[in-house]
């Protein structure tokens, strides 16, 4: 029953890919907001990987309008040879913060994102390292030209890269661990990733590169080891 749900699920996302710019490149869990529901706001912690080489990887949390994810608030960061943080409103350009919370392997990041009330013109990031109590508090204009925001995905994500359409490639990041997770609905009940639905980084050519698991209120990313065909 929960393994169809799940196929279903992401069934459903690998659809919409395309459209949305969501690829097939990321691993974790999408919460969806149950029927007369929506999110007001999205939580989870994580500690950087240490993380060497020329692959670009993300760490991310995020609310998504709907399960084709066509307009994302999000907080996280990205490691492209150096690490730095940021913040997003997707589709709008991202926003480094990286002069306000600096990032380093070993790290633990908090990111809480949350969405504006009805009719609002702006959501909030709150990215804080815990481990030295630094915590930026961004504030995201709604991104032109977006009619009407439903908040119905909550998004715990590890995201890979591929270089100009080529095969996804993945630094080694070893098994990365969203704690303290949950997702609050409007009428303030909090939910957590257990039931969410997975993801998992995937080559053009079918190669899995993670085993993404879920508890009440954590997601794992391990990484996979997988033989390249193709090199
Ligand atoms: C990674 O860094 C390179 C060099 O600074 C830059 O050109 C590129 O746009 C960056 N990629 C991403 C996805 O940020
Ligand atoms: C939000 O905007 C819609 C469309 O303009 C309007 O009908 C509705 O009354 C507004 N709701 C609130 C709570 O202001
Ligand atoms: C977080 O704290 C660590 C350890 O104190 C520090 O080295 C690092 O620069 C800080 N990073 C952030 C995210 O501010
Ligand atoms: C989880 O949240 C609780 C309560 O906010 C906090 O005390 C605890 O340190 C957090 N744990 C982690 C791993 O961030």
Known sequence: MRLSQLAAAVACLSSSTVL???DQNRAGAVLK???NSSFVSVTGT???PSLTGSSLLSIW?????TLSQDTVLKGGITYNQTL????????????????DVAVEAGDSITVTVSVPSVNGTSGTVILENTTQNKKSIQTIPVPSNVDSLSFLAADWFVQAYQLAGELVQVPEFGTLSFTNCSATLADGTTLGPEKAG???IQGTSG??????????????????SVTNPFR
């Open 198 to 200: 997975i993801f998992e």
């Open 46 to 48: 994580f500690t950087v």
């Open 84 to 99: 730095s943080s940021f913040v997003a409103w997707y589709p709008s350009a991202t926003t480094d913060i990286t002069k």
């Open 33 to 35: 907001a149950p029927s």
């Open 20 to 22: 949305a710019g969501f």
């Open 61 to 65: 949390v995020a609310i998504g309008d």
């Open 207 to 224: 190669q899995i590169f993670s085993t993404t698991t879920t508890t009440a209120s954590s997601i794992s990313v391990q990484q996979q």
